[in-house]
């Protein structure tokens, strides 16, 4: 565990925080994910879905611009949580920060009162698929061509 990381939602920022934090993680997300999978983070995230989580990581000491190192989203929908998003900046990947991210949402879920956590994964995203399987989710169903000709898409299920 890192003592120095916070995990923040962007609920409890006001706008202009909120907004300059959305735009950092737009960048990772584009960087990170082909268009046809980039979750579109836009301003209206934080206006208008209070179902819609956006999580992120910064290191602890405050700072009037804090780097995003890694940030999470989840839609909730009564009993059922989808984790729609994970994903660390590459280079703050391999020193447990996703590790240390879902071990709080699962937390936060469970206080929550959310009973099963739901997620879709590319079945070539082995570190994705480690870092699940780690964290007790169990793949339920595997979909061909899910994202992609040739690219199957795999239903994890974590039970609270
Ligand atoms: C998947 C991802 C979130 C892991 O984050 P991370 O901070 O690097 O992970 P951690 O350092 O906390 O590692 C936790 C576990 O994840 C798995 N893992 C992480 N990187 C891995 C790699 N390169 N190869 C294999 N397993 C890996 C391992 O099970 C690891 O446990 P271990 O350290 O005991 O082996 C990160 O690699 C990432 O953002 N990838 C790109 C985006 C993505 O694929 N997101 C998921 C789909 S939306």
Same mark, same amino acid.
């Given at each position: 565990?890192?003592?120095?990381?916070?995990?923040?939602?962007?609920?409890?920022?006001?706008?202009?925080?909120?907004?300059?934090?959305?735009?950092?993680?737009?960048?990772?997300?584009?960087?990170?994910?082909?268009?046809?999978?980039?979750?579109?983070?836009?301003? +209206?995230?934080? @206006?208008?879905?209070?179902?819609? !989580?956006? %999580?992120?990581?910064?290191?602890? *000491?405050?700072?009037? &611009?804090?780097?995003?190192?890694?940030?999470?989203?989840?839609?909730?929908?009564?009993?059922?949580?989808?984790?729609?998003?994970?994903?660390?900046? +590459?280079?703050? @990947?391999?020193?447990?920060?996703? !590790?240390? %991210?879902?071990?709080?949402?699962? *937390?936060?879920?469970? &206080?929550?009162?959310?009973?099963?956590?739901?997620?879709?994964?590319?079945?070539?995203?082995?570190?994705?698929?480690?870092?699940?399987?780690?964290?007790?989710?169990?793949?339920?169903?595997?979909?061909?061509?899910?994202?992609?000709?040739?690219?199957?898409?795999?239903?994890?299920?974590?039970?609270?």
């Amino acid at each position: 565990m890192h003592p120095d990381l916070t995990i923040s939602d962007i609920h409890s920022l006001k706008k202009d925080q909120a907004f300059e934090i959305l735009a950092q993680i737009a960048r990772v997300e584009k960087k990170t994910f082909p268009a046809n999978e980039a979750f579109q983070f836009s301003e +209206e995230l934080w @206006r208008k879905k209070p179902n819609t !989580r956006v %999580l992120y990581v910064t290191r602890a *000491a405050a700072s009037a &611009r804090p780097t995003v190192l890694a940030y999470a989203v989840y839609v909730r929908q009564r009993g059922v949580a989808l984790l729609n998003k994970v994903c660390v900046a +590459e280079v703050y @990947r391999r020193q447990g920060v996703g !590790r240390q %991210l879902m071990t709080y949402i699962r *937390a936060r879920l469970q &206080r929550e009162g959310c009973q099963q956590i739901h997620l879709w994964v590319d079945k070539a995203r082995l570190s994705a698929r480690s870092l699940y399987a780690h964290n007790g989710f169990e793949e339920r169903e595997q979909i061909p061509d899910y994202y992609a000709p040739g690219r199957t898409g795999i239903k994890m299920v974590l039970d609270l």
